[in-house]
């Protein structure tokens, strides 16, 4: 049992890390080396040889939308934005124009981002909850109980914050450097700053959300007998 126990944690695993590469590769290797091979290989003018890589990440967004059962806001203002940008890009025929629309994205995400930090449901709470439960059910539970605290919800929205400004900050300066650096180094640069932004936001969100996995943490050992539960009207550290 056990051992078919982790034959299945190692398959799910595996097929988390492949749903994360995929659009690693699709939308940032891909567009990336369809531009070099085509600019510096085949001679191809800067704004088709963007365009074509453009063109695959607006693909792919569509085909993700396309096949998901229910549609949501959000990936549907991404996506529509997405092309709506390729198309105005196409256009106008600006390549500065067809480097800074693949900044709408991050930013219409931070601006939802940012609003929901004002709700009953911060946005990056969702995305803390399997990373600190970790599917365990005891885990899970504990969480569904100190999410009430006034502590818990004044850290998820710091937390969510955290990430709406990152991104919001990475779409002004890919939109500012789109026009005042040259093409070819825009390119590789406007990969560097969503990177540089998510793994910003990743690093201290974690640390501001730190105060959540203590509250988890305490809760699940006093359900066990390792600890007094904090009273739910106290906020814990």
Not at 159 to 166: D, F, K, M, N, P
Not at 197 to 216: D, E, K, Q, R, Y
Request: hydrophobic fraction near 50%.
């Amino acid at each position: 049992m056990a051992a078919g126990s982790t034959r299945v944690n190692d398959g799910e695993t595996q097929g988390s890390l492949l749903r994360t590469l995929v659009p690693i590769l699709v939308d940032v290797v891909l567009p990336l080396t369809l531009y070099y091979t085509l600019h510096l290989g085949f001679g191809v003018s800067s704004f088709w040889s963007l365009a074509a890589g453009g063109g695959v990440s607006a693909a792919h967004g569509l085909y993700e939308l396309l096949g998901n059962r229910r549609l949501e806001t959000l990936p549907v203002v991404v996506t529509v934005s997405s092309l709506a940008g390729m198309g105005l890009s196409v256009v106008s025929g600006s390549e500065r124009f067809m480097i800074a629309k693949d900044s709408f994205g991050s930013g219409i995400v931070g601006l939802a981002v940012l609003w929901s930090v004002f709700t009953t449901k911060p946005m990056m709470t969702q995305g803390l909850r399997p990373f600190f439960t970790r599917g365990d059910a005891q885990r899970l539970a504990a969480w569904d109980r100190i999410a009430v605290r006034p502590r818990f919800r004044q850290v998820e929205r710091r937390t969510t914050l955290v990430w709406a400004l990152s991104l919001i900050t990475e779409c002004v300066a890919r939109v500012v450097l789109a026009y005042v650096l040259p093409v070819d180094t825009m390119v590789w640069l406007s990969t560097v700053l969503l990177v540089s932004a998510i793994s910003f936001a990743c690093v201290v969100g974690a640390a501001v959300a730190g105060p959540i996995l203590h509250m988890l943490d305490a809760e699940v050992a006093a359900e066990n007998g390792a600890g007094p539960r904090p009273a739910a009207g106290v906020s814990g550290r």
